[in-house]
């Protein structure tokens, strides 16, 4: 009966460990993507920046009271507010907290900070990322 016992809380101990080395892969994927678009903001590529948005007219990006749909609207919106390099300014995100709901589903909040030349806005974002077959993609942006 222990050698039961035991041999449960082992089997127990494994696979809690093994679903924290999944979260922390899962995790590590989500900063690679976000590495990936402030490397891109930085060299002012906004469609290299949207690399890390899900290409689907059903991405959704929220900002104040305005709700975009679709990946290239957004990027439409990007363009219109980001037109030059001086107004992108360097970007950087922190406080970032991931959170993984499922083996294909996490939600990352955080802050962004834009420093520019004569400004420096910074806010907070709550991001829902999906697993596709390409990789992680963030599926709904809400950002403030």
Not at 61 to 74: C, E, I, L, Y
Request: proline share 2%; with cysteine; charged share 25%.
């Amino acid at each position: 009966m222990m050698k039961h016992i035991l041999m449960l809380i082992l089997i127990g101990v494994c696979a809690v460990g093994t679903f924290a080395q999944k979260d922390e892969k899962i995790k590590s994927d989500i900063r690679k993507v976000l590495d990936e678009q402030t490397a891109a903001w930085n060299k002012g590529d906004l469609e290299g920046f949207m690399k890390g948005y899900w290409n689907s007219p059903q991405m959704t990006f929220v900002s104040g009271d305005r709700v975009t749909k679709g990946w290239q609207p957004t990027l439409e919106n990007y363009k219109k507010s980001y037109s030059s390099k001086a107004l992108m300014g360097e970007l950087s995100f922190s406080e970032l907290e991931i959170t993984v709901t499922s083996k294909d589903s996490a939600v990352v909040l955080g802050r962004f900070t834009l420093v520019r030349e004569k400004d420096k806005p910074t806010g907070m974002f709550t991001l829902n990322f999906r697993k596709f077959k390409e990789g992680w993609r963030i599926i709904l942006d809400h950002t403030s």
